[in-house]
């Protein structure tokens, strides 16, 4: 739990892109070179592509010199000779070319992979992950790991791998040819070396600093709009839009200017190289020009000399400005490490038993106490019997452990004392697979995916045939909305419904238990937000449904629960009354004064 916390502490920094403390390059790496080895053979192709462009590319100065030196100053009239270099110079730059895309190809299909594998990892991970988790980290958090970090580590390949292979190699080719052409030109060019790497270092630090400033600026700025919108009707019923946009502007203000300032100081990076390389352009001209007036060098390598010196600087900068995409590259992949080592708190047991195929649906809860936070029980030695087949009303004021009682039996927590059964089996015992399809779960907020109605009420499961949802449909009266829509079935909805009312919305989300046939049947406040007539549709289903099936029914609205078999009234995560509509009303206490009050013959109750 404590590892947890800390997970989420450090996730909250990150989200912000806060300075980080200082990561270990290592453990990232070796973690992404596990996955690069599973592609060796692609990565192995990349290298000898890339070598093959980098040899297209850089043999072309020294054509020429051999054209300069052999022919053009000797005065030679070799005019075949000079066909055959052109058309070497020709070859080569096509090469290049080609090689050139191949291996960027090869680099994009092994690291593209990896993000994507990267990615399902971790979905399929934060999917097994227990809900004691998802109370704590805030879900932007969490798609900030799914799509922001795995698109660091995506830069990582094609900017950083590339740079890294293609500029080295890049380089060590040049330095190879210059030695070859003229080894004190160049001793004399590497003098340059040192004050290169004083100024990338100044730099770096500082270019670190202006890049974390606008990614920081940047997330406060996205943040803001997206807290924005999540509340825009409160924001334009309490008329606070200037409010926010005065805000806003100052929050877009600090990002303009972090941006600013973060170009500024990559173009004065840039031509402060440039003017290095001019410096050092110059410094051969006039070194290397007066050895070929002393006839103590060849044009043609003078030639080939400035050429490679030219193309000396651009992969130096390159590798330089990688700095920044490695540095988020290597927060990104702890923080998704972090993620994908958070155990969920929920697991199968090692040995699992399994109910029979004949489920009865007999629920026990035998001296259950449960907390959120440890010391603070919300559920307190509990004990309750419902019957296979009985339906249930549980009642209480808010806050009485009503729906923590039914996330214990859908296993969203687990107790830390006594035992939840069904069938005589411990919870804890079943594989989750098979307790989710035993307990279905109506919430007050039903929630709908993107998608049509269709694979909404199936959740997406192609089992389920289009016959099947709409016999379902049917049956709970959602035809009649469901068929008033543009393409029926076939209509899209998203989260927010797409038009559909409340009451339309937990139609929907009925006709679900409908498809899947759960022995269990839990419904968590579930007609609170239905207007009378549709009420009495989904309560006609009920019936339905329920005959046969254990009901578990949380509602604040005493009219749904006056025929359940028993109704069991809460109060501070402890049963105080239980018993039939009939012998609660007799019993004179809490419940009586919920119906009193509920029915306007009395002030509200305060249970204590
Ligand atoms: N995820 C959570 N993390 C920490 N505490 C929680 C969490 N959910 C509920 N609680 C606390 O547990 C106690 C019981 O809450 P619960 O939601 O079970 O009550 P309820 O009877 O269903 O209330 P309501 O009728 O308002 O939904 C409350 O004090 C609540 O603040």
């Known amino acids: 739990?404590?590892?947890?916390?800390?997970?989420?502490?450090?996730?909250?920094?990150?989200?912000?892109?806060?300075?980080?403390?200082?990561?270990?390059?290592?453990?990232?790496?070796?973690?992404?070179?596990?996955?690069?080895?599973?592609?060796?053979?692609?990565?192995?192709?990349?290298?000898?592509?890339?070598?093959?462009?980098?040899?297209?590319?850089?043999?072309?100065?020294?054509?020429?010199?051999?054209?300069?030196?052999?022919?053009?100053?000797?005065?030679?009239?070799?005019?075949?000779?000079?066909?055959?270099?052109?058309?070497?110079?020709?070859?080569?730059?096509?090469?290049?070319?080609?090689?050139?895309?191949?291996?960027?190809?090869?680099?994009?299909?092994?690291?593209?992979?990896?993000?994507?594998?990267?990615?399902?990892?971790?979905?399929?991970?934060?999917?097994?992950?227990?809900?004691?988790?998802?109370?704590?980290?805030?879900?932007?958090?969490?798609?900030?790991?799914?799509?922001?970090?795995?698109?660091?580590?995506?830069?990582?390949?094609?900017?950083?791998?590339?740079?890294?292979?293609?500029?080295?190699?890049?380089?060590?080719?040049?330095?190879?040819?210059?030695?070859?052409?003229?080894?004190?030109?160049?001793?004399?060019?590497?003098?340059?070396?040192?004050?290169?790497?004083?100024?990338?270092?100044?730099?770096?630090?500082?270019?670190?600093?202006?890049?974390?400033?606008?990614?920081?600026?940047?997330?406060?700025?996205?943040?803001?709009?997206?807290?924005?919108?999540?509340?825009?009707?409160?924001?334009?019923?309490?008329?606070?839009?200037?409010?926010?946009?005065?805000?806003?502007?100052?929050?877009?203000?600090?990002?303009?200017?972090?941006?600013?300032?973060?170009?500024?100081?990559?173009?004065?990076?840039?031509?402060?190289?440039?003017?290095?390389?001019?410096?050092?352009?110059a410094f051969i001209v006039w070194f290397g020009g007066r050895a070929v007036l002393d006839t103590d060098l060849a044009f043609g390598v003078l030639y080939a000399f400035i050429t490679y010196i030219r193309l000396f600087f651009q992969p130096i900068n390159t590798i330089t400005q990688q700095w920044n995409t490695l540095q988020s590259a290597n927060v990104a992949i702890q923080r998704i490490w972090n993620l994908l080592s958070i155990e969920p708190e929920v697991q199968d047991a090692p040995q699992t038993k399994k109910l029979p195929a004949q489920i009865r649906g007999e629920v026990e809860f035998r001296n259950v106490t449960f907390a959120y936070k440890e010391g603070e029980p919300v559920i307190k030695k509990l004990d309750l019997h419902i019957q296979a087949g009985q339906m249930i009303g549980v009642v209480g004021t808010t806050g009485a452990g009503k729906s923590s009682l039914i996330s214990l039996l859908c296993r969203f927590y687990d107790v830390q004392k006594g035992t939840v059964t069904i069938d005589g089996i411990s919870i804890k015992e079943l594989p989750q697979a098979q307790l989710h399809r035993v307990v279905g779960l109506v919430q007050q907020e039903p929630y709908l995916f993107t998608g049509s109605v269709l694979d909404n009420v199936r959740l997406f499961d192609q089992t389920i045939t289009r016959e099947q949802v709409i016999e379902a449909c049917r049956f709970i009266g959602a035809d009649l909305v469901i068929e008033r829509m543009p393409d029926g079935y076939d209509s899209r909805l998203s989260e927010k419904g797409s038009g559909l009312s409340a009451g339309e919305r937990q139609l929907i989300s009925f006709a679900r238990i409908l498809v899947f046939q759960p022995r269990i049947l839990i419904l968590d406040e579930a007609t609170a937000n239905l207007d009378s007539q549709t009420e009495q549709l989904i309560n006609r289903a009920l019936d339905y449904v329920s005959k046969g099936r254990t009901t578990i029914v949380i509602a604040h609205r005493l009219s749904t629960i006056i025929g359940a078999d028993q109704i069991i009234v809460m109060s501070k995560g402890e049963i105080v009354e239980q018993g039939t509509h009939e012998q609660l009303l007799k019993q004179n206490g809490y419940y009586k004064e919920m119906t009193d009050y509920s029915q306007g013959k009395a002030q509200p109750i305060a249970m204590s």
């Open 1 to 281: 739990m404590a590892q947890a916390i800390h997970n989420w502490q450090a996730d909250q920094k990150a989200d912000l892109n806060e300075p980080q403390p200082k990561q270990k390059y290592s453990s990232s790496f070796r973690v992404l070179s596990g996955y690069m080895l599973e592609h060796k053979k692609t990565f192995a192709a990349f290298i000898i592509c890339t070598l093959i462009a980098i040899s297209g590319e850089l043999l072309q100065p020294y054509l020429l010199k051999l054209a300069i030196d052999d022919h053009l100053m000797v005065g030679k009239t070799d005019f075949r000779s000079l066909l055959l270099i052109g058309g070497l110079y020709l070859i080569l730059s096509v090469t290049s070319l080609l090689f050139t895309y191949f291996q960027n190809n090869l680099l994009q299909k092994a690291g593209q992979s990896i993000v994507a594998s990267i990615r399902k990892r971790l979905f399929d991970h934060i999917s097994k992950l227990s809900m004691s988790y998802f109370d704590r980290v805030p879900s932007g958090s969490l798609i900030t790991h799914v799509s922001s970090d795995t698109e660091a580590i995506n830069q990582f390949f094609h900017q950083v791998v590339l740079s890294i292979v293609r500029d080295g190699f890049t380089l060590i080719f040049i330095l190879v040819m210059m030695f070859q052409l003229d080894v004190t030109l160049t001793l004399y060019s590497l003098i340059l070396l040192p004050i290169i790497a004083v100024i990338a270092i100044a730099f770096r630090s500082y270019m670190r600093k202006t890049y974390q400033l606008a990614r920081t600026r940047l997330s406060r700025l996205v943040a803001f709009t997206a807290e924005n919108l999540a509340g825009m009707p409160l924001i334009q019923v309490f008329y606070q839009q200037k409010e926010q946009s005065r805000q806003f502007s100052e929050k877009n203000e600090s990002y303009f200017k972090a941006n600013l300032r973060e170009i500024r100081t990559n173009v004065l990076f840039n031509r402060t190289f440039e003017v290095l390389n001019n410096l050092a352009i």
